[in-house]
T-cell receptor
Framework: DAMVIQNPRYQVTQFGKPVTLSCSQT?????MYWYQQKSSQAPKLLFH???????NEADTPDNFQSRRPNTSFCFLDIRSPGLGDAAMYLC?????????????FGPGTRLTVT | GQNIDQPTEMTATEGAIVQINCTYQ??????LFWYQQHAGEAPTFLSY????GLEEKGRFSSFLSRSKGYSYLLLKELQMKDSASYLC???????????FGAGTRLAVHP
């Protein structure tokens, strides 16, 4: 019954050691989003894919990259994690990227940087 | 600019009614969402308003006034499981994305 799946749920990485978070969806939605959410803060959009078109937010650090090899999967790569990158990372999907339609969220991956 | 304001915390009693307010300023308003987020979990969709007025869905209702840049979420017959953060989010046509408020942490006590 799972619709948006994120792996792993918890990830611990060392300062500067690259890490990849994954997201998959069974909804066949054409838009996938990555958000960063720190404790007691609003989710912050990092980037999104509309089909294969990648859209980066202007204030997303270069340290964050993303890949979408097919409709179902999307990856978030953090090339050199810093202590400030510790957060919950949420993946979301929607069916029409340019319209205000409901976004379906995955359970999130909580990243710890040591 | 874009700004969404909602109270940081609220408390309420089981069985009571609580209203969580949200005010917003954004470019190209195109709908307002309310999400519920339990601690450590993903947000889940509660409601969507694009026209002025009240939308009722079971124990939850959401109201929108576009001219005032104002919305509220009304929760009736509160249950302990309603203890969560409630996120107000606006779709900004100008920025073509969903902009979230920081959330209101609601604690329901017996």
């Amino acid at each position: 019954d799972a619709m948006v799946i994120q792996n792993p749920r918890y990830q611990v990485t060392q300062f500067g050691k690259p890490v990849t978070l994954s997201c998959s969806q069974t909804l066949n939605h054409n838009v996938m989003y990555w958000y960063q959410q720190k404790s007691s803060q609003a989710p912050k959009l990092l980037f999104h894919y509309y089909d294969k078109d990648f859209n980066n937010e202007a204030d997303t650090p270069d340290n964050f990259q993303s890949r979408r090899p097919n409709t179902s999967f999307c990856f978030l790569d953090i090339r050199s994690p810093g202590l400030g990158d510790a957060a919950m990372y949420l993946c979301a999907t929607s069916s029409r990227g340019l319209s205000p339609y409901e976004q379906y969220f995955g359970p999130g991956t909580r990243l710890t940087v040591t | 600019g874009q700004n969404i304001d909602q109270p940081t915390e609220m408390t309420a009693t089981e069985g009571a009614i609580v209203q969580i307010n949200c005010t917003y300023q954004t470019s190209g308003f195109n709908g307002l969402f309310w999400y519920q987020q339990h601690a450590g979990e993903a947000p889940t969709f509660l409601s969507y308003n694009v026209l002025d007025g009240l939308e009722e869905k079971g124990r939850f209702s959401s109201f929108l006034s576009r001219s005032k840049g104002y919305s509220y979420l009304l929760l009736k017959e509160l249950q302990m499981k309603d203890s969560a953060s409630y996120l107000c989010a606006v779709w900004s046509g100008g920025y073509n994305k969903l902009i979230f408020g920081a959330g209101t942490r609601l604690a329901v006590h017996p």
